[in-house]
C-alpha cells in the first residue's frame, strides 16, 4: 500500500501456496479500517480479480474502491454487462 505520492505505508507478504481468492477482500476490508480509508484503488493480477471478487466489489459499500486488472478484453466486456 502506497499514499498519494507513491510512499509505501505497508506491505504483507503470504507464503507461496496462499490462495488471492482467499485474502483479497479481508485485505482490503483490513486496509481500509486500520488506515481510516474509504477511496482506495487496488492493483491486480488476472488471479486475484475473479467474478466472485469483482461481484463482492459491487456492493454498496465497496463502490469507492475501484480496481486496475490484467484481464482480458472479454473478461472485461462479461463484468461490465454483468447484472
Known amino acids: 500500500?502506497?499514499?498519494a505520492d507513491c510512499?509505501?505505508?505497508a506491505v504483507e507478504v503470504f507464503e507461496g501456496n496462499t490462495s488471492d481468492q482467499?485474502?483479497?477482500m479481508d485485505k482490503i476490508d483490513d486496509m481500509r479500517k486500520d488506515f481510516h480509508i474509504d477511496e482506495m484503488i487496488f492493483?491486480?493480477?488476472r488471479g486475484m480479480v475473479t467474478?466472485?471478487?469483482r461481484e463482492?466489489?459491487?456492493k454498496k459499500e465497496y463502490e469507492a474502491v475501484k480496481y486496475i486488472s490484467?484481464?482480458?478484453r472479454k473478461e472485461f466486456f462479461d463484468?461490465?454487462?454483468m447484472h
Open 51 to 53: 467474478r466472485a471478487w
Open 79 to 81: 463484468f461490465r454487462y
Open 22 to 24: 482467499t485474502t483479497v
Open 56 to 58: 463482492d466489489l459491487q
Open 7 to 9: 510512499r509505501p505505508l
Open 70 to 72: 490484467a484481464l482480458k
Open 43 to 45: 492493483i491486480g493480477d
Open 1 to 3: 500500500m502506497t499514499d
